[in-house]
């Protein structure tokens, strides 16, 4: 019986590993999309061993022509109810980013739909929206309780890019603020 219960518990041990690794997948995208005029990259590093989703979640998509919108984030926790928050608040995004123009907005209406969403959890995201106006790329973009944007310059200075903002599912009366910069061969790091 003993031995049963070990290979039993070996089994959904490993069934749990690969169910975390399938939601991560799911949250995190394989590869950043291809932008013309712009190079994209992304890495995403796991704390730990790797085998427990967690709430740390980008997308780049494309949410017009010439314009495709950039978020970093991270929702509480660890497991399968983080994962599923995350679900929520990366879609959430994807929604409202076809029908909010301004990022402050969007965090607004995020904010909204997380404290409605029966969840504890809150998030920190930064949305950022570039935009091509005829061969010249504009960033604007929004920051909920996390790290600010780092803009390197081509002259090798880094500066800090908007304003600290409100924990994301949090309050009813966040505080968030709108940033814009023109992109001239700088990279933007979030």
């Known amino acids: 019986d003993l031995l049963e219960a070990m290979r039993a518990t070996e089994s959904a041990r490993q069934h749990a590993a690969e169910l975390a690794e399938t939601l991560q997948r799911t949250l995190v995208p394989p590869t950043p999309p291809s932008i013309e005029g712009l190079t994209v990259s992304a890495v995403y590093r796991p704390a730990g061993d790797g085998r427990e989703v967690g709430g740390d979640f980008y997308d780049v998509f494309q949410i017009a022509g010439r314009e495709w ?87 090798g200075s880094v500066a800090e890019l908007g304003r600290h903002g409100s924990l994301v599912g949090v309050i009813s009366e966040p505080t968030f603020s709108t940033f814009e910069h023109r992109l001239v061969d700088d990279l933007l790091l979030l």
Do not use: Q, Y
């Open 69 to 155: 919108m950039v978020v970093v984030g991270d929702v509480t926790g660890k497991g399968i109810s983080a994962a599923l928050v995350t679900a929520f608040v990366r879609h959430t995004i994807r929604d409202l980013a076809m029908r909010v123009g301004d990022p402050s907005d969007l965090l607004h209406e995020l904010n909204d739909a997380l404290l409605a969403h029966d969840t504890e959890r809150f998030c920190t995201v930064v949305v950022a929206k570039l935009c091509d106006e005829g061969g010249e790329w504009t960033v604007t973009g929004s920051v909920g309780g996390h790290p600010l944007p780092l803009l390197r310059h081509a002259d």
